[in-house]
């Protein structure tokens, strides 16, 4: 059996002895190819020098954050978060153009109801009044527009008192919202420029989005609707900055403008120093110091005839007098229209209109003939059939002058419909036989 095992064992093949090699007998193209860097190698190394270059980024930026002038204010901790938070005090007798700020506190509530032609407004409390300015992402509105900075005006000891609330991250809306609800707990009305249509409900809905609980509601006086009454025969636009210019003599020097502060928040965002921030932040105290004086500019062209030079103005003031019903100031306005050389024709025969109207009212019939045929005497023919049609119906009403009335009759058809000029001179005619 022995020999047999033997026998097989000596028919297997024989395996292959291991040869080894010293690298001196190594090929030398063997060599380049284990060097040759691969794809592998490649991406590795990319990823290496984006890190890199990351890490050196982020490290200059530490250093110019560190070499920049820090923003005003300090980030102070509440038990809602972090909050980014900035006050500046107006002395008494500070001003902003040529308008104290203290003169706001010298506005009557009525004034304010009235230019609003708003009625809860006679009964605030004018000294605890509230400014809202806010700066923010873009002006889409909706869920992606953030108010990253919320400027916050009032008066204190007769001084205006201004804060400013930033959002140094989006996520960190909450601390600022909360201090801004106790902001509102002490006021007795919001004022805001354009904040009816933009500012407070774009507040409204990050109120909602961050569950903070919804500050009471006050009532809310919007400067722009005022301005806008006040001066609708304007040609020109109402934007705060022009009406600071205009109204106030105020003239803002290197002032960043409006579409560039989303695009420095987010420069701000990724990295940017603070002073980024800094033209943003001189921005909204102007606009909440303007803000503010504007209320006494505008109490001021209300209160009188004589502050009033222009006849456009006038005639404004005039027409939102009728409409909040203080009719002898529509009066005294409207003549005022109507007694100044230089009124452009248009005015002048508007203000006759009201000023007959008015005086109709009062039962003066002869001030409001006058009035009316002063008012055929301008030149602008393509207002005169409105005059026409007021005649007619004084005449035909109040005067039972018949013949009088067909003549102005029959010039009416430029200010009322075919059919019902048509019917009106029949009915004179009728009258006459």
């Not at 204010?73 to 500070?94: I, K, N, S």
């Not at 409390?125 to 919320?150: H, R, S, V």
């Not at 804060?163 to 991250?169: G, N, P, T």
């Amino acid at each position: 059996m022995g020999s047999s095992f033997k026998s097989k064992l000596s028919r297997l093949p024989k395996l292959a002895r291991p040869v080894v090699t010293t690298p001196a007998e190594v090929e030398p193209a063997v060599l380049a190819s284990e060097s040759t860097p691969g794809p592998a190698q490649e991406r590795l190394q990319a990823l290496k020098d984006r890190l890199d270059s990351m890490r050196n980024k982020h490290a200059r930026q530490r250093l110019r954050r560190t070499a920049a002038q820090p923003l005003p204010g300090a980030v102070e901790e509440t038990a809602f978060g972090p909050l980014h938070r900035y006050q500046q005090a107006y002395a008494a007798d500070a001003c902003h153009g040529h308008v104290p700020v203290s003169d706001c506190l010298q506005v009557m509530p009525t004034t304010l109801a009235e230019l609003a032609l708003d009625p809860v407004l006679e009964g605030v409390a004018i000294d605890k009044l509230l400014f809202i300015d806010t700066e923010t992402t873009g002006l889409a509105g909706g869920a992606g527009t953030l108010p990253f900075l919320i400027g916050v005006a009032w008066f204190e000891d007769g001084c205006l008192q201004i804060e400013q609330l930033l959002l140094l991250r989006p996520g960190q809306e909450a601390p600022m919202l909360q201090h801004l609800a106790q902001r509102f707990a002490s006021a007795s009305a919001l004022v805001t420029y354009n904040g009816k249509s933009f500012d407070w409900p774009l507040l409204r809905n990050r109120f909602v989005l961050n569950r903070v609980d919804m500050p009471v509601a006050v009532p809310h006086l919007d400067v722009l609707h005022c301005a806008r009454r006040v001066f609708k025969h304007r040609q020109g636009p109402l934007r705060l900055t022009h009406l600071e210019t205009t109204e106030l003599g105020f003239t803002r020097v290197g002032d960043i403008e409006g579409a560039l502060i989303p695009p420095t928040y987010f420069r701000f965002l990724r990295g940017a120093s603070p002073n980024t921030l800094t033209p943003i932040l001189t921005h909204n105290r102007h606009d909440l110091a303007a803000l503010v004086a504007l209320i006494p500019a505008l109490a001021k062209r209300w209160a009188s005839v004589e502050a009033n030079t222009s006849g456009a103005d006038c005639l404004a003031l005039a027409q939102l007098s009728v409409r909040a019903g203080v009719k002898d100031r529509a009066l005294d306005f409207a003549q005022a229209v109507a007694a100044q050389s230089d009124t452009s024709g248009v005015h002048a025969i508007e203000a006759q209109l009201l000023c007959a109207q008015l005086l109709r009212q009062r039962g003066d019939v002869d001030g409001a003939l006058a009035a009316l045929h002063a008012a055929l005497q301008h030149p602008q023919k393509a207002e005169h059939a409105a005059v026409h049609l007021a005649l007619a119906k004084l005449y035909e009403h109040h005067v039972k002058d018949f013949v009088a009335a067909v003549r102005h009759a029959q010039h009416t058809l430029g200010a009322e419909p075919h059919a019902a000029h048509q019917k009106r001179v029949e009915r004179v005619r009728r009258k006459i036989g």
